[in-house]
């Protein structure tokens, strides 16, 4: 999860993988990915309680952004139960 | 904080102690802040680490590595809040979203580019990117988000 000058150098990059075209974004679009209420909540003392409640909206915007026409975003899998 | 839940406060114990100083709390002082035993601050340590979000110790240690956004280890991602140099971000992304654990304030994120090695700088407030040099910065991760937490510090 890295950040890069420009698209050139992120497709120069010895570990840029070619099957990966729905992770290559500008700024605007991480900036806006990482300002989703999970993020701006962190700040709220009850974070962690509302955390399972605060994922669903990534994908929503990941899908208005046009990066879910691979399985790239997909959510991972559910964790293991304890 | 007797309204919220164990979990709620073991994360705003050590939020708080990164906010305030960079540095992230041993369990022996998380255990003092909450105003229990030693062991009672390593149990609510590791039950923070086993939650689905997304922090982790050092590996086969009880030292808080990362804590999103931030991290407990020099990272490239060097932040700064109203001027100071003081804190590190978990990743490039997690960069982006410090602003909002100090609202308000300008936060500054300088690092380099991992492919050229040239210095980026980012400025925020509250969700704003306020600057961004050059103009021409992307954000990129090579592992599908289903495999993250299979190598999270990787990712």
Redesign the interface.
């Known amino acids: 999860?890295?950040?890069?000058?420009?698209?050139e150098?992120?497709r120069?990059?010895?570990?840029?993988?070619p099957d990966?075209e729905e992770?290559?974004?500008?700024?605007?679009?991480?900036?806006q990915?990482?300002?989703i209420e999970n993020?701006?909540a962190?700040?709220q003392?009850?974070?962690?309680?509302r955390?399972?409640t605060l994922q669903a909206e990534r994908w929503v915007l990941l899908e208005k952004l046009g990066r879910r026409k691979t399985?790239?975003?997909?959510?991972?899998?559910p964790?293991p139960a304890? | 904080m007797s309204e919220l839940s164990e979990l709620d406060q073991t994360y705003c114990v050590i939020r708080d102690r990164l906010r305030e100083t960079g540095q992230a709390p041993h369990y022996t002082e998380l255990a003092v802040a909450l105003g229990a035993p030693v062991r009672e601050g390593y149990r609510r340590l590791h039950d923070l680490m086993a939650h689905p979000y997304p922090c982790w110790l050092h590996p086969g240690t009880d030292w808080i590595a990362s804590f999103p956004p931030f991290s407990n280890i020099p990272t490239q991602y060097r932040v700064s809040v109203e001027g100071q140099q003081r804190w590190f971000a978990q990743c490039g992304f997690e960069s982006l979203a410090m602003c909002w654990v100090f609202p308000g304030k300008t936060v500054r994120i300088d690092t380099r580019c991992l492919s050229s090695g040239k210095s980026l700088r980012i400025e925020m407030r509250d969700g704003k990117v306020l600057l961004a040099e050059p103009g021409t910065i992307y954000g990129y991760v090579n592992l599908p988000m289903a495999k993250w937490r299979e190598n999270i510090p990787y990712a």
């Open positions: 999860m890295n950040l890069f000058r420009s698209e150098d992120v120069a990059w010895a570990d840029f993988q990966t992770a290559v974004m500008p700024l605007r679009e991480y900036a990915l990482w300002a993020y701006r962190r700040i003392d009850d974070y962690v309680t955390f399972p399985h790239f975003w997909d959510p991972p899998p964790p304890r």
